[in-house]
């Protein structure tokens, strides 16, 4: 009988010892009773992240912009950040699923049952911070390995950024002449890194709505776009008298660089080196 009693408690301890808790973003503490085998990513730089740390073959479902690396492209489709598919990711039959703190999905997926973790990602320590915690919940290791090779990375894109680019003026504008990167930004993070002063200052938020006149005022060095927007810049007011145009200092990334830049995630170093590249005039300019 000791030995039966015994057996069971080894049994309940081995069950007690595979759950998992995090705390997410929300503050809210998320126990699941094993490491999910069948995760959904709302947000790509999720995605990205459970990829990074050898987990992507988890993944059951992520939302329609996540695209890298390759083979998440061939998994179901579960919608946007603010209109994914509440009975297509249920249908999925997720352990957990992974989406910003205030998706609107959000209360929806928990009134139902499925298990959510709320996670957001606006600077580089945000990076580092939710890829411990989702290797926390996946019970995986690597996460600081990953951090530590992606400082290793913008390091050496720090290195490549010419000298007379130290303290250049810089405008990097995420949609056509409306929102920008500000200090705050990741991204405002990585051009600081590299020695160089962003024009839209942290304490107007971190991804703010400008003005158009307020550019022509700061009249950067070195405009940094997406392509799809490089065509309006001929159309703006003012614009053809900022340096960066008049000099022809304009770097229009593709969409597929203007990912590694834009999302906050394992590709920082990559998006690091396309901004140095930039900065040091490897990216062609476009007229």
């Given amino acids: 009988m000791k030995r039966l009693l015994a057996l069971l408690l080894l049994a309940f301890a081995s069950i007690a010892s595979a759950a998992v808790t995090v705390i997410d973003d929300r503050g809210t503490s998320v126990t699941l009773p094993q490491p999910p085998k069948r995760v959904v990513t709302l947000l790509p730089s999720l995605t990205e992240t459970v990829c990074q740390l050898e987990a992507c073959d988890r993944l059951v479902g992520v939302d329609d912009f996540s695209n890298w690396p390759e083979t998440v492209r061939k998994l179901p489709r579960v919608g946007g950040v603010n209109d994914a ?6 249908g999925l039959k997720p352990d957990v699923v992974l989406l910003s703190s205030t998706a609107r999905v959000l209360p929806r997926l928990q009134q139902l049952g499925v298990p959510v973790v709320g996670l957001d990602i606006k600077t580089l320590d945000d990076v580092r911070r939710v890829s ?5 919940l996946l019970d995986v290791g690597g996460a600081d390995r990953l951090w530590w090779q992606m400082q290793d990375g913008i390091d050496a894109a720090v290195r490549s950024v010419p000298d007379t680019m130290r303290g250049a003026s810089v405008y990097f504008e995420l949609s056509d002449g409306a929102y920008a990167a500000s200090e705050s930004s990741h991204i405002g993070q990585l051009l600081t890194r590299l020695g160089v002063r962003n024009i839209v200052p942290g304490s107007l938020g971190s991804v703010p709505k400008l003005n158009p006149e307020f550019v022509v005022r700061a009249n950067p060095q070195v405009i940094m776009l997406f392509e799809r927007d490089r065509p309006t810049l001929a159309r703006r007011p003012g614009w053809s008298r900022i340096r960066a145009i008049h000099d022809n200092r304009v770097c229009a ?3 597929a660089q203007a990912d590694a830049i834009a999302r906050p995630g394992p590709r920082l ?4 080196q396309l901004l140095a590249d930039c900065l040091a005039g490897r990216l062609t300019p476009k007229r």
């Fill in 269 to 272: 170093a990559t998006g690091a």
């Fill in 132 to 136: 411990r915690t989702i290797a926390q």
């Fill in 85 to 90: 598919q509440v009975e297509r990711i249920v």
């Fill in 253 to 255: 990334f593709t969409d």
